[in-house]
């Protein structure tokens, strides 16, 4: 089974600031990645696929990258409603999700 | 729009059984690969079974194989999820969840809660 190890668990900034979330596979996933947005009391909502392509709807200030076992979600000037959960997640082989960090106000 | 609404979860004893259902609307539901992902309380999110369209190809979590069982109406529109022999780590939010051209899930319905306890 793949695993995924997602960093930092929690984290704590503040508005306007740029944000970074870390994700590695256990083993190499060709960019078969995605990343999920939840906020408290809501289901998760697509925010990346395939590593660094954004999902309908999704703003601007949110891109992901990365390659083989590495990838990254970067959130550009920190919007109030961006505080949520969020969800690195591989589909190269079946369906593992990271641990999820915990995104809050500074 | 595409809609996805879970229903059937409940409070269940350990060794029981329980069986969820997600009813689609807004696409044709039978082009679609189909899951059940569950999310305990104030934990991640972990995947529990896959459906393809046609329910040739079938695959489920370790955690749950042998235990549950994923199935699917297309003339009804809904997704199924039997499960049997119920413990206590099995209390989550199920949500049923649809892929879209690729293995993403692209759509989630709002979840159903399942509690497992005596």
């Known amino acids: 089974d793949i695993q995924m190890t997602q960093s930092p668990a929690s984290l704590s900034a503040s508005l306007g600031e740029t944000v970074t979330i870390e994700c590695r596979a256990s083993?190499?996933?060709?960019?078969?990645l995605a990343w999920y947005q939840q906020k408290p009391g809501n289901s998760p909502q697509l925010l990346i696929y395939?590593?660094?392509s954004l999902a309908d709807g999704v703003p601007s200030r949110f891109s992901g990258s990365g390659s083989g076992t590495q990838y990254s979600l970067k959130i550009n000037s920190l919007q109030s409603e961006d505080v949520a959960s969020y969800f690195c997640q591989q589909y190269n082989n079946y369906w593992t999700f990271g641990g999820g960090t915990k995104l809050e106000l500074k | 729009e595409v809609q996805l609404v879970e229903s059937g979860g409940g409070l269940v004893q350990p060794g029981r059984s329980l069986k969820l259902s997600c009813v689609a609307s807004g696409f044709t539901f039978s082009n679609y690969g189909m899951n059940w992902i569950r999310q305990a309380p104030g934990k991640g999110l972990e995947w529990v079974a896959y459906?393809?369209?046609?329910?040739?190809?079938?695959y489920y979590a370790e955690t749950v194989k042998g235990r549950f069982t994923i199935s699917r109406d297309n003339a009804k529109n809904t997704l199924y999820l039997q499960m049997t022999s119920l413990r206590s780590e099995d209390t989550a939010l199920y949500y049923c969840?649809?892929?879209?051209?690729?293995?993403?899930?692209?759509?989630w319905g709002q979840g159903t809660l399942v509690t497992v306890s005596s």
């Open positions: 083993e190499d996933i060709y960019s078969n």
């Open positions: 459906i393809s369209s046609g329910s040739s190809y079938i």
């Open positions: 395939d590593a660094n």
């Open positions: 969840a649809r892929h879209s051209s690729g293995d993403w899930f692209a759509y």
